[in-house]
């Protein structure tokens, strides 16, 4: 992803699931560079004791919605982004004895479509 700080710097920020841990990295985005390679040695814990297993964290919904499978699955096709953490608590609840488990989702959409 891409954020424009206010100061005029773009940066390239990445988040990778590993494990359970959320990490997060983010750099001066470069004319010519890899987000990917770029943000490896950046990224450090952001989140812990995330449970989302097989759901994925990221969901990208590309041309005219979610539903569509005519438009190419390319970067510059997204129009949406569906995030979806599965958080557990880092104690269990005082009188179950169990992990509570929360989740929560957002949606980023383009506001700055291309066509």
Avoid at 6 to 31: C, D, E, F, H, N
Wanted: proline share 10%; hydrophobic share 30%; charged share 15%.
């Amino acid at each position: 992803m891409e954020a424009d700080t206010g100061s005029g710097v773009v940066q390239w920020i990445r988040y990778s699931l590993q494990g359970t841990t959320l990490m997060r990295g983010a750099v001066p985005k470069t004319p010519f560079g890899d987000p990917v390679a770029s943000t490896n040695g950046q990224l450090v814990p952001y989140l812990d004791d995330i449970q989302n297993g097989a759901i994925p964290v990221f969901t990208y919904c590309y041309g005219s919605g979610c539903g569509d499978t005519t438009t190419p699955p390319l970067p510059s096709n997204i129009r949406e982004v569906i995030i979806t953490l599965m958080l557990r608590s880092s104690k269990p609840d005082p009188e179950t004895k169990q992990y509570r488990t929360v989740t929560v989702t957002g949606q980023a959409v383009r506001f700055n479509p291309t066509s």
